[in-house]
């Protein structure tokens, strides 16, 4: 079988999902050990049985609905390669919207740019595969970044993330959100928490079916852990830090209100890709 017969194959098993024809290149490209480019590049080129026989169960997994990222084992975000597993939510896109915006509230700051100022210091609170930590990181390597999760596994896969992509400014620790940080403080705290609520028919949809619970659901409307986070983030803090979430399409006037009850000043909502509320912050005075 040709590449270009193997794809042609594909999109016709794949037909009615979301995306038949870029999962089909992702996971061929994957098993090939080559770009999506080369896909085009050498449609004639003939495949092996192996990769036949791999490029076959990967499509049936697809079929039945196991997301990309965790039948490659990885999924690109900001400007890095990142290897995925179920114990962990699968980084998208949206969330890039957060990273962004730290990152400007980080280079704008004027006391965080003060000569002989301390290193900027970073929490990333349920780090999962480390992404936001990563990515923050990356882009600020002047910075001290700590990413904490109270799965080992993901605290694990986090690290493992760090040294694939090189980045040696962020450490990872393992942690029920504030538990095992006592003593230390920020002048950002950045998290995406669990944010679905527990009855939502969100959770019987598509990729996130497969993704874990624990990571992706909290009570309270989903509001549960966000509220955990704004009522101790103040002891975790240093004066004029930074606490931002990311958070779902209908939360951003609740988390906005928590925020400003709980006495942050600057706080403000910022829409996503999609031009959904996605992202809130606010600067502890």
């Known amino acids: 079988m040709r590449i270009d017969q193997a794809l042609a194959w594909a999109v016709k098993q794949l037909e009615g999902g979301e995306s038949p024809s870029v999962d089909a290149k992702v996971m061929l490209a994957d098993i090939l ?19 036949i026989a791999e490029f076959e169960d990967a499509i049936e997994r697809r079929k039945a609905g196991e997301p990309v990222a965790y039948i490659i084992g990885k999924r690109d975000f900001w400007t890095l390669s990142l290897f995925t597993s179920s114990h962990t939510l699968i980084p998208r896109p949206d969330t890039e919207v957060l990273v962004e915006h730290v990152i400007n509230w980080a280079t704008g700051n004027v006391s965080a740019n003060t000569p002989n100022k301390p290193p900027l210091s970073i929490c990333d609170l349920g780090t999962g595969t480390g992404a936001i930590a990563l990515a923050l990181a990356s882009e600020l ?13 993901a605290v694990a896969l986090a690290k493992r993330n760090a040294n694939s992509n090189k980045i040696n400014n962020a450490r990872f620790m393992q942690s029920d959100w504030f538990s095992a940080l006592r003593g230390h403080t920020f002048d950002i705290i950045v998290s995406n928490p669990p944010y679905i609520d527990e009855t939502s ?5 598509g990729d996130v079916r497969f993704e874990p619970k624990s990571a992706l659901t909290s009570g309270d409307s989903g509001l549960s852990d ?14 004029n830090g930074l606490l931002a979430f990311e958070h779902g399409f209908d939360q951003g006037d609740a ?13 403000k909502t910022i829409k996503d890709y999609g031009n959904n509320d996605r992202v809130t912050l606010g600067q502890w005075p």
Not at 227 to 237: D, G, R, V, W
């Open 33 to 51: 050990g080559k770009s999506q480019t080369y896909l085009f590049t050498w449609p004639d080129k003939t495949l092996t049985p192996s990769q």
């Open 141 to 153: 390597p002047q910075a001290s970044v700590i990413g904490v999760d109270f799965l080992s596994d």
């Open 201 to 205: 028919p969100y959770l019987n949809e």
């Open 226 to 239: 966000i509220k955990h986070i704004i009522s101790h983030a103040s002891t975790y803090l240093n004066s």
């Open 255 to 267: 988390v906005k209100a928590l925020l400003q009850t709980s006495g942050f000043v600057n706080v």
